[in-house]
């Protein structure tokens, strides 16, 4: 919450004097804000901070808000959200939101303009209450049930996050087909203190401002297409819409908060337009939950819908004794106070918030939308809340407890008793008070609710920090307060069935004296009525009492289903993880004994070599066998040593902490050990892929040979055409001989480079099978523990093995193709000496030329 | 991984012929009786070998490693799954596959009969291009067929039921390295791979370090982005083709330092996370220990190497689903 704002902000403040809680978050960031009012100061506006305007375009085009992206906050609710958000309108937020710890996280989030994809990272510490995925917009119907249980479950009213969603969905359906938006939909909810979240994101491409303009319209038509944000948006207490342009994503999230300061015209909303430089923010997200995993039997939840009351309800609630401020407060604290959640949990000692108790008794409740209309009360006097919490306080230490610790009874005893009193006494008070103390009340009122804000902010805080170490008691509590209500639901049964017979029994006997009267009277006298009526109006409030008796006793027979069901499961978990955990332990135990196993054999192996070594040191004691025989001694001492440590390791294994450091140098050791070895195998791969290459060359080289082999065989093809040719047509002998020697040379050459060709795959074989020894050699020498990593290794050398054996098989046939050349060279070679033969014939046989000194005819 | 199986029997090249994907170890004897080895499991057999057994009219030794029985058992709820409709059936439907996988793969069955199972029933991709990445190199087709069998059980974990977007996970996982199959290709650019899953964000640096060329260097980088632009290029296998965008995310890491895009963890998807889990659980290597304990080999992670993964999220409903290792280890601590 304390992030500074990354970017210089400059804030031109149109909307008057700030609250106090506003004001001191802009100077806590450093924020620049100027009032055009008292500060003439120019900067470039980067934000618009507006209240109880409703006619942005004015405001737009003095500002020129879309051209240089000056966004505009609105501190109050906006009528016509389409020309807000046209006009480049992207936050709307309440300051009575700066008074929920919430208001910060919004106004940082949207000022540093970040935001993730996980309810975490958009808002702090949520608990994940569920998560599903959405690939068919219609078919959501089980997705949404859980939900909106979990909602109600949270105390938070479900039927607005149905409306939401199912707007919500079908807006995005909508987007589909127009191919902005692609499958899958996932959606997470979960809660942080007294805020109720649900987020939903997806791909969405080339999304337009009026493609969400165009569905906000407030009007409602017969087209609902063109509302159906506005309506998610309404049914929101915070609507939150970020598009992340970077990854093509969309997050869309609504919260929901049980604060009742916040009512819907203080509703917010945020449209952001993040860049690919947003920063993120990202705050541990508690649980993570699998739909598949976690899905809960969905219960009938139909007494949390509640309609508001008729006119005759109206009439009948009334009726209760008092002047009309006391009315007004026994009517919450005494009466349908029972079906509102906060009343509810103010009146039992658990979770007990003075504060609010206060403030609600003072203020009432008026929120109509919340379907709790018989709860209305109009605003008492600003003196109640303080006259209230201290006088309750008073009222906890005379009785020598804290305010948390008071039971029902004295509770309830307070405000039947002292609730009337103080209020009596404050509106005297206030009668009295003359116009000069006013404003010397004024000071004092801003002072106080300055003070419970700051109070609010610290109470939050503390919330936090306590929701830990709740969350870790709870669930310790939880069986034995399921226990305690088991009881109570017990008691409770047998006190209403003792009390119905002893109350029907009374009432049974009036009703046959009332019965005889009119039957011997025909009429009833005034009394008698009155006594009736008392009856009838007991029997109802009898019926109805033991109606919510019965409704309560079902809910705490499911919630017991529930929590009995839930804690099965978690023994089996903790069992399952047991038995785990035992296989894992009796795997290493075994792995230990095997290695102590082998250690013991290679002992008794160097301890033959010793011997060994000691008969041939009988025999023959040199310096240099003794230094052998003091290493080997050594080797052996050390491998006792570490016979000695792998056993140690083995007893002290259920401890299981000890050995880590000496695993982890082990396995640091193996590690070095494994990246030698393996930056061996790359250097032999290297070489293998040099040899290759050679290898390549060389047989490129041979095909030249081959090439120059078929030249040569053609050549002395025709050579030898030609001295056929030569012994018919009697040609010079001089051409043939050169001819001759050209051959000799070829083959000479040939057959040099063929020598060295075999050398050269003789040194590669030669090189090859030396890496492959120091390799294996290597792999020998590792410890029998490093066989799962040399293993790997092992593969590679196999691998190499294959290739050696490819290279071989190269080699062969290269050799094989090398003795075909030998035998065409010898059969060229014999070829050619029959050739010289019957040249050296032909020459004998050719008649001499003239001139020549030849044999006598 | 040396056979398991040691039963063998003789199989004649024409019957070999029929399989696209080897199932077993194959081996051949020469006239002297020694014994050649062949093949691995999950290797894809490719037509030139067919070719030039067949006209030998060889007949070879071969130990099948996958469970017919267990193959067929998947594609039969495989199916079941593609015809139901309500979300409440999927859901069950999706459970009672995991169940069974779970309670499979706790025995000594092979990997591969899942893996088989998932390749009839889902492939789409065609089958030139999964030749291609088998000549680029032997081991990439099979690490990517592993991969893509990882993903239908990561995103049944992760509560995606629907089976055409469970069939788009598995083409996406199955062609994610096709964007390898590059002339460049080279021992160092696996490496690379390998290394990047062994330690997000090393990759590169390793490359660097081996003195691998601009090219190779560039095979690696550029990968994620080809591999986007062949899904691009055959967009109308999927059902929903905006799920092509997930093979940019394959070397994205937590600390937005990943490639290509440099995307931080808080903006990637389940669905994202899905794949990229499934192809950082399978190197691209010769032989894999997992094949025969794999629900242990899931459970195995340490938490620390995939908190650099933005998959954390993604493994945690993993082993949540396959019976709540997870929870028991970080308890352990």
């Known amino acids: ?857 | 991984m040396k056979p398991t199986n040691v039963k063998t029997i003789s199989m004649p090249i024409k019957d070999f012929a029929k399989k696209i994907i080897c199932d077993g170890h194959l081996y051949l004897s020469s006239k002297e009786g020694r014994r050649f080895y062949l093949m691995k499991p999950g290797i894809r057999i490719d037509e030139s070998f067919i070719k030039k057994h067949a006209a030998a009219q060889t007949v070879f030794e071969y130990s099948s490693v996958t469970d017919n029985i267990v193959t067929a058992q998947f594609t039969t709820l495989f199916r079941e799954l593609k015809y139901l409709q309500f979300e409440k059936d999927l859901r069950l439907k999706t459970k009672d596959i995991v169940d069974f996988f779970k309670g499979t793969f706790e025995k000594d069955v092979h990997f591969l009969s899942f893996a088989m199972a998932c390749y009839n029933e889902f492939c789409a991709l065609p089958a030139e291009d999964l030749q291609r990445m088998h000549e680029t190199d032997l081991h990439l087709f099979r690490k990517s067929l592993y991969s893509a069998a990882l993903a239908v059980i990561i995103g049944f974990t992760n509560d995606f039921y629907h089976y055409p977007m469970i069939k788009d996970f598995y083409n996406v996982t199955l062609g994610l390295d096709l964007g390898l199959c590059d002339s460049q290709y080279s021992y160092f650019v696996a490496e690379a791979c390998n290394r990047e899953n062994q330690a997000p964000g090393s990759g590169r640096a390793w490359m660097k370090n081996e003195g691998a060329t601009d090219l190779e260097l560039n095979v690696f980088l550029q990968h994620p982005v080809i591999g986007h632009k062949y899904f691009q290029d055959h967009s109308d296998l999927f059902a929903y083709p905006e799920l092509i965008e997930i093979a940019l995310y394959q070397h994205e890491i937590s600390n937005g330092n990943g490639f290509p895009r440099g995307i931080p963890k808080g903006q990637v998807s389940s669905w994202e996370a899905v794949v990229v889990l499934a192809d950082s659980l399978v190197e691209i290597c010769d032989e894999y220990k997992f094949e025969c304990e794999v629900i242990n080999y899931l459970f195995s992670f340490e938490n620390q190497k995939l908190s650099d993964l933005p998959v954390h999220r993604v493994y945690q409903k993993l082993c949540m689903g396959l019976g709540d290792i997870f929870k028991l280890k970080e308890n352990a601590g």
């Not at chain 1, 939909?185 to 791909?203: K, T, W």
């Not at chain 1, 006088?391 to 009785?399: D, M, N, V």
């Not at chain 1, 490093?786 to 190269?810: F, I």
């Open chain 1, 1 to 857: 919450m304390d992030k500074m704002v990354k970017t210089k902000l400059a804030i031109l403040n149109l909307a008057g004097e700030l609250s106090p809680e506003l004001s001191n978050y802009f100077a806590q960031k450093e924020i620049v804000i100027v009032d055009p009012e008292s500060d003439n100061t120019s900067h470039i506006w980067t934000h618009v901070l507006t209240k109880n305007t409703h006619d942005f375009t004015n405001l737009s085009n003095m500002y020129d808000t879309i051209e240089k992206d000056v966004k505009i906050i609105s501190l109050t609710a906006v009528e016509d959200l389409q020309n807000f958000v046209v006009s480049n309108g992207k936050l709307i937020l309440d300051e009575l939101w700066m008074k929920n710890s919430l208001g910060a996280f919004i106004l940082d989030k949207f000022l540093q303009e970040s935001g993730g994809i996980a309810l975490g990272d958009n808002y702090p510490t949520f608990k994940e209450k569920g998560s599903f995925i959405i690939t068919n917009p219609f078919n959501t119907g089980e997705y949404l049930d859980q939900m909106v249980q979990s909602a109600y479950l949270e105390g938070v009213s479900g039927l607005s996050i149905k409306t939401f969603f199912d707007h919500l969905v079908m807006y995005l359906t909508g987007l589909k087909n127009k191919s902005k938006l692609g499958m899958p939909i996932e959606v997470m909810y979960g809660y942080f203190e007294d805020v109720f979240g649900v987020q939903l994101h997806f791909f969405t491409k080339d999304l337009l401002l009026e493609d969400v303009t165009s569905s906000l319209s407030s009007n409602i038509s017969k087209k609902a297409e063109e509302y159906l944000l506005n309506i998610a948006v309404k049914s929101s207490d915070f609507f939150d819409f970020t598009l992340l342009r970077q990854v093509n994503k969309t997050v869309i999230t609504g919260l929901w908060t049980k604060d009742d300061r916040i009512q819907s015209e203080n509703r917010g909303l945020l449209f952001n337009d993040l860049s690919a430089s947003a920063s993120i923010t990202s705050y541990p997200t508690e649980g993570i939950t699998s739909f598949q995993v976690n899905a809960q039997p969905l219960s009938d939840l139909s007494d949390k819908i509640v309609l508001p009351p008729s006119a005759a309800e109206e009439e009948f609630k009334t009726t209760v004794r008092g002047s009309k401020a006391e009315e007004e407060v026994i009517n919450i604290i005494k009466g349908s106070a029972k079906e509102e959640e906060k009343a509810f949990k103010i009146s039992g000692p658990k979770d007990f918030d003075v504060e609010k108790y206060a403030f609600r008794i003072s203020s009432g409740i008026e929120d109509k939308k919340k379907g709790e209309n018989h709860l209305k009360v109009t605003s008492l006097k600003n003196e109640l809340p303080d006259a209230i919490k201290s006088s309750f306080h008073a009222y906890a230490s005379k009785l020598n407890k804290s305010a948390d610790d008071l039971s029902e009874e004295e509770f309830k005893n307070f405000n039947d008793v002292e609730i009337p009193q103080i209020i009596k006494q404050t509106s005297h008070k206030i009668d009295v008070d003359t116009p000069a103390s006013k404003d010397a009340q004024k000071a004092f009122d801003l002072k106080v609710i300055t003070l419970n804000a700051e109070n609010e902010i610290l109470k939050s805080k503390m919330k936090t920090l306590m929701s830990e170490v709740k969350i870790l008691k709870e669930s310790k509590t939880l069986m034995s307060e399921i226990q305690m209500k088991a009881a109570q639901a017990a008691q409770a049964a047998t006190l209403t069935a003792i009390s119905k017979n002893e109350s029907s029994s009374a009432d049974k006997a009036l009703k046959a004296e009332i019965m005889e009267k009119m039957t011997l009277q025909k009429s009833l006298s005034a009394e008698d009525t009155k006594r009736l009526e008392e009856v009838f109006q007991k029997e109802a409030t009898f019926l109805k009492e033991s109606r919510e008796q019965e409704i309560e006793l079902r809910k705490m027979r499911i919630e017991m289903s529930q929590k009995e069901t839930f804690f099965s499961a978690e023994i089996d978990k903790i069992n399952r993880s047991l038995r785990a955990k035992e296989l894992v332990f009796k795997k290493t135990k075994e792995d230990f004994s095997k290695l102590v196993e082998q250690k013991v054999l290679e002992i008794g192996n160097l301890n033959k070599k010793l011997n060994q070594t000691s008969k041939l040191m009988a025999a023959s004691q040199s310096q240099n066998q003794v230094q052998q025989i003091r290493d080997l001694e050594r080797q052996v001492m050390n491998h006792e040593k570490m016979i000695e440590i792998y056993k140690t390791k083995i007893i002290q294994k259920p401890g299981a902490k000890t050995e880590d450091d000496s695993s982890k140098d082990e396995s640091k050791r193996l590690q070095l050990i494994n990246n030698q070895m393996k930056n061996q195998l790359e250097i032999a791969k290297k070489d293998l892929t040099k040899y290759q290459e050679r290898l390549a060359l060389d047989s490129a080289a041979m095909n030249v040979l081959k090439v120059d082999k078929a030249k040569l065989e053609q050549q002395l093809k025709k050579a030898a055409d030609d001295s056929k040719k030569e012994v018919l047509a009697n040609l010079s002998n001089q051409q043939q001989d050169q001819d001759m020697k050209k051959l000799q040379l070829q083959h000479d050459f040939l057959d040099s480079q063929l020598k060295q060709k075999i050398m050269i795959q003789k040194e590669l074989e030669v090189k090859l099978q030396d890496a492959l020894k120091n390799q294996k050699k290597d792999i020998v020498a590792d410890e029998t523990s490093t066989k799962g990593k040399t293993a790997h290794l092992e593969n590679n050398v196999r691998k190499l093995t294959q290739d050696l054996v490819e290279n071989r098989n190269q080699l062969g046939e290269m050799k094989k193709e090398t003795n075909k050349l030998r035998q065409d060279k010898i059969a060229l070679q014999n070829q050619f000496d029959k050739m010289k033969k019957d040249l050296d014939k032909a020459k004998g046989a050719a008649p001499q030329k003239p001139g020549s000194s030849g044999q006598a005819a």
